[in-house]
């Protein structure tokens, strides 16, 4: 009997990210044309109208990623080269653009915007501007500003939502494109953030070995 229980028990408790399906949100606010093209004096704007129409709280998508890589990013604009700046102000419009349908949905769910939102970042990251510059020349090229845009905090943000993927292609790949300085910058973030790299290994492991050549 005790083993069945204990049976029973260990597949509820494996299956239940399955099971509870999280609730569907119906709107809050209608969408508006404002939050669709967002004033040049408030450009981040649309995540806190994602947030108001679907509301999530503060430690979902729009609130703890969206607005706030999109604030930091336009904070740190002008420190990178012109490049640079064009390939990230790029980015962000390609996230907020890409996330439109999902605002403009009749009803969602706060999993759903999660993994949208961290779907579309990996997508506008893979973009690459008609100056030639990827991201990986926009990391190389913009080694110091880069580090300073994604600090340990930020990759906490982007790790609590569930997926590492994205905070190690930014990590692993930073390091990579990155030179001398980045790895090293980056080897002192991912000493104080142990779990969550461990935990990417596993899950990216097509950059493992990089990261094994990075980081001993
Ligand atoms: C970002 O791109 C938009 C659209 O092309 C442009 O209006 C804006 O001035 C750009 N911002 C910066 C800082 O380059
Ligand atoms: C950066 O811009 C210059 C023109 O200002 C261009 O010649 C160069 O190829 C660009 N570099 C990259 C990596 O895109």
Redesign the pocket.
């Known amino acids: 009997m005790r083993i069945i229980v204990f049976l029973i028990a260990t597949q509820v408790v494996g299956c239940a990210a399955f099971w509870w399906s999280e609730p569907m949100i119906q709107p809050r606010e209608d969408v508006s044309a404002e939050c669709l093209n967002p004033p040049s004096d408030n450009p981040c704007l649309f995540y806190q109208c994602l947030e108001r129409r679907f509301p999530c709280g503060a430690n979902e998508y729009a609130l703890k990623v969206g607005h706030h890589f999109c604030i930091k990013k336009n904070q740190h604009l002008p420190f990178f080269t ?2 640079g700046t064009k390939w990230l102000n790029e980015t962000n419009i390609c996230i907020r653009e890409s996330l439109i349908p999902t605002y403009q949905l009749d009803e969602t769910s706060c999993a759903n915007i999660r993994t949208v939102g961290q779907n579309v970042m990996l997508d506008c990251i893979n973009h690459r ?1 008609d ?3 990827d991201f990986c ?1 926009f990391v190389g ?1 913009n080694a110091a500003q880069y580090a300073e845009l994604i600090t340990i905090d930020d990759v906490s943000r982007l790790t609590s939502l569930g997926n590492p993927r994205i905070a190690a292609r930014m990590i692993v790949n930073g390091a990579y494109c990155g030179g001398e300085l980045l790895r090293n910058r980056l080897a002192d973030l991912a000493g104080g953030f142990n779990d969550a790299v461990g935990s990417l290994l596993h899950i990216y492991q097509g950059l493992s070995s990089r990261w094994t050549n990075f980081w001993n």
């Open positions: 012109p490049n501007s100056t030639g510059m020349r090229s």
